[in-house]
Every structure is written in C-alpha cells, then in structure tokens.
C-alpha cells in the first residue's frame, strides 16, 4: 500500500508457448524462471497481495512453492496464443472481487523477465501515484537503432526499404537519434480505468485519452526471454550479476 492506496500484483504465466516450451518454468541458474519475478515482487512490501494467473497446474504449484498465491486456474478461453494481456488482468481483478478483495492499482509483471529488479517495479508504482497516471510501463534504450530497420519484401530475390524512409539518415549508428522500446516487463495501471476501458487500454503503448507515463530501466536487466538465445543472454548476465556482486 502507497498513500492508502492497495495494489495488486499479478504474474501472468501462460502454460504453453510456441516459440519456447515450457518458458515460465524453464531452469535458469538452478531456478525456474517465474521464481525470480516472484522472489522480486515478494521483497516489494507496498504490493497488498501477489498472485500468479495461469491455466497450467504445474506452473501453478511452482509459483505456490515459491511463495506465490495461486487463487484459481485460469480458463483455456484466456490462455490462447493470441490472447491479449488485457482481459486477462481483468479476469483476475473481478474474481478477486467478486470475494471482497478491491484493490486500487494493478502491477503485472512478466514471469520471463528474470532480470527484473525490484527497485523498478516500485519505482514504477511510485510514478503511477505521483503522476496520476492510467498506465505506467517500463522501457529501455534499443540496443539497435530503430532507424536501420530494413522490410524485405520479396521472399525468393529480397528486395528492402526503410522503415518509415529512416534510411535517408545517414551517419554511424552512434550518431542516430536515441530511441526507447517497451521492455514486457512491468506494468503499472489504474484498476478503475482498466475496467473503464477494456478495448481501448493499452498497457505498452500510449493511446489517445490514456494518460501513460514509462520509466526507464537498464537493458541489462531487461531481458524477455522467448528464445533459446533470450535464455542463454540472460544466463550469462545473471552469471555476471552475480560475480559483480
């Protein structure tokens, strides 16, 4: 609780994935990888409640293991691969109150973000409160400028084009304008506004009427793992946290 103000932090983990199987509860350093986001919310203690939303019992009774509430299995309905984030989190908030359990501000945070630091998720809380905002998400500093993106638009012989005619910006690549991406990995949001506006919200990208607000964080804690190679980079800077620290 900040300012009396209750949140409610949710940890999504879906049971399937299909470019990486198994991702929530793969091992990382002799961990599976929800532990860590959960082992960081835990440390948080302005967070009122913490639980997981998933459809997948074993994925469940991991989360529970590692000290996570797991009040209901989420429907195979809210579980597809094209499901959005958004009806999920309303889901989980309106069976929580529908026991009498009202909370003010949702924090989601992404069960394959292992590097997650519990600072930036209440520095993000913090935000939300202080700016009055809808939507608080956490970004970082692309690591590749965004202005040399190429479109290929023919498979066999491939043709390209500049994203947006970025291209007529030439120069070295430290030289381009600096750009931020959404990291996927915290989320801050108003309850009230989120069920006000369940098709129009968006938790990652601003939108017309949506007071957003990011906070940046370092890419080096900002991994979202979803491929084998997302594993791998994220096994070696924990590696490198560890020894730094």
């Known amino acids: 609780m900040i300012n009396s103000k209750r949140f409610l932090g949710i940890v999504p983990a879906r049971g399937s994935s299909t470019r990486l199987e198994n991702k929530n ?65 309303i889901d989980a908030i309106e069976k929580l109150e529908s026991e009498g359990d009202y909370y003010d501000y949702v924090c989601i945070l992404q069960a394959n973000s292992p590097l997650t630091q519990s600072k930036d998720i209440l520095r993000a809380m913090q935000t939300c409160l202080k700016s009055k905002a809808n939507v608080v998400f956490s970004v970082c500093e692309c690591s590749h400028p965004p202005q040399w993106t190429l479109r290929l638009t023919e498979a066999k ?26 990291t996927g990995a915290i989320y801050v949001a108003e309850v009230s506004y989120l069920k006000g506006n369940p098709i129009n919200a968006r938790l990652a990208l601003p939108c017309v009427s949506q007071n957003s607000f990011v906070i940046i964080t370092d890419p080096m804690h900002s991994v979202d793992i979803d491929t084998e190679l997302e594993l791998l980079l994220a096994e070696v800077l924990m590696t490198s946290h560890k020894k730094n620290h």
């Open 157 to 182: 012989c491939p043709q390209f084009s500049f994203i947006e005619d970025c291209g007529q910006t030439f120069g070295r690549t430290q030289d381009q304008e600096l750009l931020y991406r959404s």
């Open 25 to 89: 509860i793969r091992y990382l350093n002799g961990q599976p990888i929800i532990s860590y986001i959960l082992q960081q919310a835990q440390a948080i203690q302005e967070i009122d409640r913490l639980i997981v939303s998933s459809n997948d019992t074993e994925i469940a009774n991991i989360s529970k293991e590692w000290g996570a509430e797991v009040p209901f299995i989420r429907s195979d309905e809210l579980a597809q691969d094209d499901t959005p984030m958004l009806p999920v989190v």
